[in-house]
């Protein structure tokens, strides 16, 4: 029997079999849906693999199979290139032969050009351009074409995700959620080594910097391996704050570290600017509020081989800063000699308030200054909507300072992380005014300043 397939532009007829020869008379356009799943899928929200079974129209070209690889070659720019999908199949009607499948999107309604034609004519190959009906299923669509056509039309499509070891995490919007779960299967399906995925299903709690999350599909096994900067980490990913994107900017910091340094890690989660850090020999103390991060943290020092070059403590940021990070630079800077090139660290990489935290350094050793290469150098992160983000950043870190940064600074931009919202990191060596108290004036000279003062008022009038 015959079937009549509408093809836009283009009414065809499709035989029975697979592969037939062109009518001369036939007027054919590029086939437009060859990378379209079937319409019938718009609207599913449960994943059914069979209903992208589709059958396009696609022009061949008939060859005998000892030349195939010569033809490949000699046709490369207009053969199929489509990932997933055999440019040479079997010849139903002769098995000495072979049918080349061209792109029909180069392919002018459905016939060669002179310069492909001249390449068949030393190949003695006859130039007839055949269709063929080629049938496509569910495995040769990207994730992206899927979705496309599931998702109600002119709506956003994501394809994309943050990767974390087996784990594919999402942030979808309000009008992919119905969708959700075969967006899941759809991404597992596609991206081999992914077995869970998951949607952030809240914002951040800036507590602890971890979320809640729904298992959208797959194993719901959330305890993952990472690699970053060639560093091993595990972590459960529902409990502790871990973002692939930050990968640059860890390594950047630590490039900026010499063996020997020493680095206070303010918010140091699982460890990616500790561990590595101390990988470089530096001496490092490292500090998360999150117990679950402190465990975390502890484990993967003992994964890497590092624990006993790490301080570990789990304590609020502040407390970490007036606590161990006060005891060690008031013992350690007074030390110092002009020729020591030990350099201090404060990494602060918590942009929703790290900020705000900046307001401890005031007043925050006794005794005299150090040098100038000695004072600790601060790599503050924050977050930015103003429409100029390093001077909205430079300026807030200057009023938790309580003095001037202009010229004694430098910001550097981490990260987009929604639009309208940066990630910056703002880093500065604490000037010396505002990191060494003042020598407080005994009672008994202010008394007598004040008299002195006095007597020379009375002597002048």
Known sequence: CLLEQKIPGLFVVVKKNNFFTMPETVEDKANLELYLPHPEVRGMTRLNREAFKRTVVVPVLKVKKEIVNTLLKSLKHTVLQRPGLKRVVEDPEDEDSRL??????????????????????????????????????????????????????GQEVTSGFSRVGHIAHLNLRDHQLPYRHLIGQVIIDKNPGITCVVNKTNI?????????????AGESNLVTKVKENNI?????????YWNPRLSTEHGRIVELLKPSDVLFDVFAGIGPFAIPAAKKKCRVFANDLNPESYSWLLHNCKLNKVDNKIKAFNMDGRDFLLGPVREELSRELPLLKEEQKTSFHIVMNLPALAIEFLDVFQ??????????????????????????????????AEASLGTSLDGRCSTYLVRNVAPNKEML???FQIPAEVLYKRPSIPASKRLCSSRDFSEEKLKKS
């Open 363 to 396: 007043h925050f050793l006794a005794g005299e200054p150090c040098s100038a290469a000695g004072l600790p150098t601060v790599h503050c992160y924050g977050f930015s909507k103003h429409d100029d983000p390093a001077k909205d950043v430079r300026e807030r």
């Open 425 to 427: 990191c703002i880093s």
């Open 100 to 153: 080349v499948i061209l792109d029909p999107h180069k392919i002018s309604e459905f016939s060669l050009g002179e310069s492909d034609r001249e390449v068949l004519k030393q190949l003695n190959v006859h130039p007839e351009v055949s269709k063929y009906n080629l049938e496509l299923t569910y495995e040769n669509f990207k994730s992206e074409e899927i979705l496309r056509a599931v998702l109600p039309e």
């Open 204 to 216: 951040i709690d800036s507590t602890y910097r971890n979320f809640q999350m729904e298992v959208l």
């Open 232 to 240: 091993t980490y595990e972590l459960d990913f529902s409990k502790v």
